[in-house]
């Protein structure tokens, strides 16, 4: 799925999420000063500025297939080498990195497994690939509210709980379908308290994502008195599931 919305939509929507998530990714990938390390679907960059506030701007290297977000990306980090390119065709050679992560990606890619081995192939031996995604399968992520409240207006929605990687172990299960190897599972988790039912409700009219697109063009019908009502609901958000695999291509 390629987002093709506005960066600061997308920093609104899921950004909020990541942005507290990167610090998390970036320990359990062991990512030090002196490595060289790819970003992998970067997106508007949140993992991007992690990344480069502990090893620098020229030893990072970041992808994503939106225009709008590697373009914000590469104007908010001026020396990361940004591209364009997806994350089963990567634009770099054998061994090139000392690591590279995917944060909130996999489920994403077109092909996950291509793209993991994408990822261990630019990976030099014995260095890390490590990736997270929400566990939306466990109903532990930050989109369970919305999900929740539209399923009881429409039970045949089709939500993100079936995508790649979004349940408990099926990303260790694409880990090793790639062909990596050591792998590691862990779980993490993010708490975010939004202060209003707006500041919670408004980045979803932005149409990003699978549960933004059902908003804007999925939810039309329902009836005008229908309303969302999230307040009760807690605010602490959690990550289900993270592999990270020591190893990369010959």
């Known amino acids: 799925m390629t987002f093709d919305v506005a960066a600061e939509s997308y920093d609104r929507f899921m950004g909020r999420y990541s942005r507290l998530l990167s610090s998390q990714l970036a320990d ?3 990512v030090r000063d002196g490595q060289r390390i790819l970003d992998v679907g970067c997106g508007t960059g949140a993992l991007t500025s992690e990344l480069v ?18 373009a914000a990306t590469r104007e908010r980090h001026p020396g990361v080498d940004v591209r364009r390119s997806q994350a089963e065709h990567l634009p770099f050679p054998n061994a090139a ?6 944060q909130l990606v996999v489920h994403f890619m077109k092909d996950p497994v291509a793209g993991l081995a994408e990822m261990g192939r630019v990976t030099r031996r014995d260095g890390v690939v490590a990736a997270c995604v929400w566990d939306h399968g466990g109903g532990k992520g930050p989109l369970r509210i919305f999900w929740d409240a539209a399923r009881t207006l429409d ?4 939500d993100e709980s079936h995508l790649p990687g979004a ?5 260790a299960e694409l880990f090793e379908t790639a062909g990596l190897r050591e792998i590691e599972a862990t ?16 980045p979803f009219t932005r149409g990003v994502g699978p549960a933004g697109a059902y ?19 807690p605010a602490h958000q959690s990550l289900g599931t993270r592999e990270r695999s020591r190893g990369g291509s010959s």
């Open 28 to 30: 359990f990938a062991s």
């Open 53 to 70: 506030a502990r090893v620098g701007p020229t030893a990072v290297a970041a992808v994503d297939p939106s225009e709008p977000f590697v």
């Open 97 to 102: 990195f000392d690591a590279a992560l995917a």
């Open 155 to 158: 039970p045949k929605i089709d």
């Open 167 to 171: 349940r408990e172990g099926h990303l």
């Open 187 to 202: 779980a993490l988790s993010v708490s975010l308290e939004h202060p209003t039912f707006d500041a919670w409700w408004e």
């Open 215 to 233: 908003l804007v063009f999925g939810m039309r019908w329902l009836p005008s008195q229908t309303k969302v009502h999230p307040r009760s609901e």
